[in-house]
């Protein structure tokens, strides 16, 4: 969600990858998400579905292997 001068909330749909919610994906996501798999840190169920970055229903470490390259063709 997003603060508009109304005073209300605008959702605005959430990149993939992006765990953290900085509308970034860079590698502070990649160590969020690796920190979720290894179960180092409470997540949201939210964080959980973005960590599934290639889409297959499960959030794992071929998610983190997609969100670098990623990264790195950028």
Known sequence: AQWI?????????????DINGDSQ???LDVVLG?????????YTDEQL???DFN??????VLDIVQ????????
Do not use: F
Request: proline share 2%; net charge negative.
């Open 55 to 60: 889409n297959d229903g499960s959030s794992n």
């Open 5 to 17: 001068d109304e005073g209300a909330y605008e959702t605005v749909p959430e990149q993939a990858g």
């Open 34 to 42: 690796v920190n979720i798999i290894l179960n180092l840190v409470e």
């Open 25 to 27: 994906l860079n590698v």
């Open 49 to 51: 579905m973005l960590l």
């Open 67 to 74: 969100m670098v390259n990623t990264i790195l063709d950028n």
